[in-house]
Structures are given as C-alpha cells and as structure tokens.
C-alpha cells in the first residue's frame, strides 16, 4: 500500500482522544496522522491545545448539524479532501475514529493490500436478505425511499444496475483515486454511505481489498457473539480486548472504545 497516511477523526471527549491517539502513533511510529475535527466548532481551540502538537495537520470541518453529520460522513470527509486532504502528502488514507483502540501497525496489518485498493469494513453485497432487515434498505423503514431513489439515480447516470454493494462504516481506507472521483459524482446527498460509497467504488472501478478485521453483521445468532469492531454502541469489553491482544495473530483494533486506554490493562 502506498505511502499509507491515517486520518483521526474526533468530535468529542478530547482526554479520552488524547489517550487513543497517543497509542496510535506509538503502534504507527512514520506514519502521518492528519486530524479531522467534526464536533462543535465553539470548542475547536480547546481541541487544538490538547491534540494539536500530535498531529501533523489539523482541520475543522464546518458543518453544524449532528445528525446530518452522522448520516453524511462521506461529505464531511469528501469536504475535508477537496479543502485540505489534496494539499497533504498520502496516497492511501486510513480514517481511524476517535473511540477506535490500534494496537497494531496499519501498513502490517494491511500488508496485503495493493496500490489503490480500498478497504471497507465488513464489505459485502446487499442481498435480499439483508435488504429486508438493514434499517437503511428494508420496507417500511422511512429510510427506504432514499435506498430507492439510489438505485434509480446511479442506473440513470451510469447504467448501474447490478447488486449494490454495503460495509458497516466503522474502519476504512480510501485512496486519492477515489476522492478525485467521487469529487465528480453529482446529487451525492442521495443514498446511505454505508451503500453509497461501495457501490460507487464498485463504478469507478477501484478494486476493494477483502480482510476480515472483525467487524459483523448482527444477526440474532451473532448478536451475543464478541466482536472487535461494533458498528452500534456495544463497546468492547476490556477482558476480549486483553484475550486478543495475548494472540500472536489476534485482532489489533476495537471499537468502541470510550475509556482512557492504560497499559497496564494488557
């Protein structure tokens, strides 16, 4: 994977990002880590004066709104790649959020990846199956008509109209491929992000690197299953982090994880 930068992405709790950074670029020694900051703009100097000397840039993005903040997180990082990303030095971009634990360097644990291959967590295709449980695509769900108007539009536009292809956006590699293309989408408010930029990976053309970090889709057989990377609020147990962590091949990220991190934990 080519000059492999991170992106830390925070909003919130800025000791507990102090804490989580600090082990990120104690396990990620060369690596560049940019800061996106996504939280109340009132609060940025304070964000700044905590975290600023350990990052090799800082930008805050200058959206207000939290929840279209939570559903659009590809704008927000589309904004941040368009007003400051372009300008930095990377070719393969790790977003790493703020409640997110690496204990592991990302260039080993990605080895395998190649030049501009994406990574999505939990990547798959949108079966039936899915489609009619996810509460994104399921009929009923006021979300459906959004999921709809999706497949219309990039049939429309590109004549797309294979399967739709979906991660859980919890860990994620772009590449500077990706954002200059997706720069050129138009109506990109319509979908799901968690559909939305596979697909749109998918037509483009970007090969997407396949790994299982952990990352599940629930289902009620799996749903008191320990997991490493939780797309919901389930956050980690410290006892399944430390049981990994004693692995020669065990996982090397968690989330979530909303505590200050101590060694002594191990």
Known sequence: MKELAILFWFYKKPLICKNHLLLLKRNNPGLRIYGLYGGDLKKVDRYKKI???????FYASPFKNSKWKWINGDLILLDWFRKRGKNLSWESLAVVQWDMLVF???????????????????????DKDLENCWMW????????????????H???????????LCCLFIF???TRSFF?????VKKKYIGMLEYKIPTYAKIFKIPI?????????????????????NA????????????????????????PFNKIWNDSQK
Do not use: C
């Not at 695509?137 to 219309?152: C, E, V």
């Not at 200059?180 to 050129?184: A, V």
């Not at 919901?232 to 091949?249: G, M, P």
């Open 209 to 229: 690197f396949q790994k299982d970090t952990g990352a599940r889709w629930f289902t009620k057989k799996l749903s008191k299953t320990p997991s490493p990377l």
């Open 172 to 174: 994620q590699i772009f």
């Open 104 to 126: 592991g360097k990302l260039a080993k644990i990605f080895r395998d990846a190649k030049r501009n291959q994406l990574y999505f967590s939990a990547f798959r295709s949108l």
């Open 180 to 184: 200059e293309k997706y720069s050129l």
């Open 232 to 255: 919901d609020s389930n956050e980690v147990s410290k006892t399944f982090i430390k049981s990994e962590l004693r692995k020669k091949n065990g996982f090397r990220m968690f989330h």
């Open 154 to 164: 990039i049939k429309k536009i590109y004549g797309y109209d294979k399967k739709i």
């Open 51 to 57: 975290l600023g000397e350990y990052l090799d840039d």
């Open 137 to 152: 695509t399921k009929p009923g769900s006021i979300h459906r008509k959004n999921y709809l108007n999706f497949r219309k």
